[in-house]
């Protein structure tokens, strides 16, 4: 029955295309049949791009390999979608450091309105505003990890920087 759905599944579009390579290979998995290295190649390149679903792939390529895929969250110096924003690259200066940390990150700059910091996993683990150039924020209760600090400036963009806790 599952297989019948799969062949009725539209793959119109690219996210469309990737979900049905996923599910194919989970059906493949749940039926105990071989899974092919070509395969496994399709669910890391899947799992590694940022169609929605990517995590379904990294997920189900783990359960297959024990391996977990590495995945780098675009920034703004690093997109090259329609989103990037060159400008606020290019105007902002903006400090976070040090990186690595044991306990404080330092963040410096101009116009810094609020600063958010999510845990690998993308869930918010810190929220603060500023009212200075030169402010710390203390991380030494979390735990050992990559982290992503998201700061916005008073025009409303936000930069993000990828930090260490030691």
């Not at 092919?36 to 799992?47: D, K, M, P, R, V």
């Amino acid at each position: 029955m599952a297989s019948s759905l799969l062949n009725d599944l539209s793959d119109s579009t690219v996210d469309k295309g990737y979900f049905k390579n996923v599910q194919e290979i989970n059906l493949k998995r749940l039926k105990v049949e071989e899974i092919s290295s070509s395969e496994i190649q399709l669910l890391q390149t899947i799992g590694t791009s940022f169609e929605p679903s990517s995590g379904y792939a990294r997920s189900l390529f783990y359960t297959i390999t024990g391996i977990h895929l590495s995945v780098e969250i675009p920034t703004p110096e690093t997109r090259t979608d329609s989103r990037s924003n060159d400008e606020f690259s290019k105007k902002a200066t903006l400090e976070i450091f040090p990186n690595p940390t044991n306990d404080l990150i330092n963040i410096n700059g101009k116009d810094l309105v609020s600063c958010s910091i999510y845990n690998i996993v993308g869930a918010r683990v810190k929220f603060t505003s500023f009212n200075s150039i030169e402010n710390q924020i203390d991380i030494s209760n979390f735990e050992s990890g990559v982290y992503f600090v998201a700061v916005k400036v008073f025009s409303g963009k936000i930069k993000t920087q990828r930090i260490i806790k030691l």
